[in-house]
């Protein structure tokens, strides 16, 4: 599967997952459950992973649309069953 953002579509999508990160941040302070809150350091990582392979696939890609705007192509998305 192939995935193509525009630059606007990977904003939007780099910020929600920003939004969720913070988010999970508060949580894991939050919580008393250790093994609950590694599970959400864990997921926070991953969050922080792709928001910055979002970054630097933008900053490297000389793909545009019609009206000038960075391209981001996403190959090879997995999703849980």
């Known amino acids: 599967m192939e995935i193509e953002l525009t630059a606007e579509e990977s904003a939007a999508l780099q910020q929600a997952l920003r939004v969720y990160s ?23 990582s ?7 392979k979002l970054d630097e696939a933008a900053a490297s890609s000389n793909r545009r649309d019609d009206q000038g705007r960075v391209i981001v192509r996403m190959i090879g998305i997995w999703t849980a069953d």
Do not use: K, P
């Open 22 to 44: 913070s988010d999970l941040r508060m949580e894991i302070v939050g919580t008393d459950n250790a093994s609950f809150r590694q599970d959400l350091r864990n997921e926070r």
């Open 46 to 52: 991953t969050l922080e992973s792709v928001i910055a």
